[in-house]
């Protein structure tokens, strides 16, 4: 079982950016394709971005040519940098052992206009 966890949300005006990063532990991160989704308060939570253990990555619509996910294998780590913010944006994010594994605890990201 792979725990997680999330880092490096906050507080950002529209426009900015923002890097999450998710923590695994456990020895079989590398050989398992990574996923972030988000929650916004009173919706249902989605599906932003996966990255194949390939390094092979696949995005939303809403967030595409905006967010980029990589991975560091070495490092235990996934990451999504999010740029050209929006308010729309505003949700805890979370990561995923994708697709039926384990989720983080979540990280908030607030988008002011």
């Known amino acids: 079982q792979v725990q997680l966890v999330e880092s490096g949300g906050g507080l950002v005006q529209a426009g900015g950016s923002l890097r999450l990063s998710c923590a695994a532990s456990g020895s079989i991160f590398a050989n398992n394709a990574m996923a972030w989704y988000r929650q916004a308060p009173g919706k249902q939570r989605e599906l932003v971005a996966i990255?194949?253990?390939?390094?092979?990555?696949s995005y939303a619509d809403s967030v595409k040519g905006r967010f980029t996910i990589s991975r560091d294998n070495a490092k235990n780590t996934v990451y999504l940098e999010m740029n050209r913010l929006k308010p729309e944006d505003t949700a805890v994010y979370y990561c995923?052992?994708?697709?039926?594994?384990?989720w983080g605890q979540g990280t908030q990201v607030t988008v002011s206009s």
């Open positions: 990255i194949a253990k390939d390094g092979s990555t």
């Open positions: 995923r052992d994708y697709p039926f594994g384990s």
